[in-house]
């Protein structure tokens, strides 16, 4: 167990260096970050004291360095725009993309789920073919798209929703939540479906081949000689070996809902790190840009170190592997 983690901690450490050398090059050579932190009237004997001060006239390898080092250190530098620490405007934003993105993943797994097992079971029922259908759509229809639609049918034509922003926000110390209010309940719900769609028809599609293949085996012909009730069979053995494969997709899709949740906030206005890394785009401001890189990165790095430890934890073979190749 100490060998494996110690091999993936490893493989993260080179991943995250990897993406700090990306972000690094995107913060050196994408536009002259004096050029937007000064006006037109700064003369050029104060441009090159702000060159010195932001350590931009040392070599490259040095810059790298420093800039690895204040990253460790949890100093990502100021947003040019709105003159505030980086991180300090991830902080206010993070809470509620993670608070969406949880309720995205939350909401394809109650329903994704219970979808899958349904149509893998009765693969020729009308319910099941209606199932595939709308998961055909989830699949094909862009988000934005899916958005859309949601607004204008709940919020403006039945008017039982808000069409943007997350409603009433209770503060708990550094962390905000809208979800102890009416109000961010309602706000939450069509982002939540929108982001989470395409994950739902993923995982029921998932879960669906996987039952079928697993009903086919030769342990559940042999649970079902042995005159098991078939809700023991479906839920006790063939279920219970689906979600395996299930649980590691659903962990990294996490990262993927997180990293990818940019075009629902921008349609819904919500104001998480997605809608603030547009506005960044728009407005060239790069430590913003690298930061969220590295943020995305971090997460994809974590859930899938998690995930994999779960996995080693959960199938014997990975043990089984792992102490032969330590012998």
Do not use: C
Not at 29 to 36: F, N, R, S, T
Not at 122 to 141: E, N
Not at 306 to 326: E, Q, T
């Amino acid at each position: 167990m100490f060998s494996f983690l110690l091999r993936r901690l490893l493989q993260s450490a080179i991943v995250m260096l990897a993406v700090a050398l990306i972000a690094f090059l995107m913060f050196r050579y994408i536009g002259d970050p004096v050029a937007q932190m000064v006006g037109q009237e700064t003369s050029l004997t104060e441009r090159a004291e702000l060159r010195q001060q932001l350590g931009l006239n040392d070599p490259v390898p040095v810059q790298f360095v420093t800039f690895v080092g204040r990253i460790l250190q949890g100093d990502f530098g100021l947003s040019y725009q709105m003159g505030q620490p980086v991180d300090t405007l991830l902080a206010t934003r993070l809470p509620a993309t993670l608070e969406l993105s949880f309720m995205a993943l939350i909401m394809a797994s109650v329903l994704g789920v219970p979808m899958g097992v349904y149509t893998g079971l009765h693969p020729k029922s009308w319910l099941s073919r209606t199932f595939m259908i709308v998961s055909l759509a989830g699949v094909s229809l862009p988000t934005f798209f899916i958005g859309i639609m949601l607004i204008l049918v709940f919020g403006v034509e039945l008017g039982w929703l808000p069409t943007f922003g997350r409603g009433d926000v209770v503060e708990l110390g550094w962390w905000s939540t809208g979800l102890l209010s009416v109000s961010g309940w309602k706000s939450i719900l069509m982002p939540a479906f929108t982001l989470g769609l395409f994950q739902l028809t993923f995982i029921m599609r998932l879960i669906r081949s996987e039952m079928l293949e697993v009903l086919r085996a030769d342990y559940i012909r042999f649970a079902r000689a042995r005159g098991l009730h078939n809700s023991s069979i479906h839920f006790g053995h063939a279920l219970k070996n689906t979600l395996v494969p299930v649980m590691t997709i659903a962990g990294l899709q996490l990262g993927s809902i997180i990293a990818f949740g940019i075009i629902t906030e921008s349609v819904f206005q919500w104001p998480g790190i997605g809608l603030l890394f547009l506005q960044a785009i728009s407005t060239a401001d790069i430590p913003i840009m690298s930061t969220y890189l590295l943020l995305v990165a971090a997460i994809f790095v974590i859930i899938n170190l998690i995930v994999d430890l779960l996995y080693y934890a959960v199938d014997p073979r990975l043990r089984a592997d792992n102490a032969s190749g330590g012998h």
